[in-house]
């Protein structure tokens, strides 16, 4: 079985000190990586905890979905809405488990319903979210996609 590991983020900062308590933001990490050759994928994503700040009630959420640009209407994004192919958290307080130490999710990738394949290519989304009360929130991440062929 032949596979690769796509880079999807080099280690890279995520900030969001500038949300207020309950808020949450979402960045869009990469578009349109090709996931068209292969059969299986896997979603690595890696907590770097130097320079890190977490506090009790912040987390962020690493989403990869669907998605199928058209060179035809490149202006618009066509996603495949309500379908997560693969998440991986990191987080203080419940549910998460607090990341003092590097830590690492490899999730597969999985599809619900009428969906058998994995589609032509898939976005990565991040999601960081404040507790009950502000504080500064900043989290280095890698994500990587492993993917196989057979």
Sequence with gaps: ?????????????????????GQTMQFVIAKAVPIFSYRQANLIA????????????????????????????PTYDFVLSGTTLASAQFGTGSPFTDPTAPALVVAPFTLAGQYRNLGTHARVLVTAGQGGSAAP????????FGLKSE
């Design 1 to 21: 079985m032949s596979g690769i590991v796509q880079h999807v983020m080099r280690r890279s900062p995520i900030d969001f000190s500038q949300l207020g308590a």
């Design 46 to 73: 890696r907590y770097h905890p130097t320079g890190s700040t977490l506090t009790t009630g912040q987390y962020v959420l690493v989403t990869v979905i669907p998605e199928a640009p058209s060179p035809d209407d």
């Design 137 to 144: 929130g900043r989290v280095f991440l890698s994500i990587d």
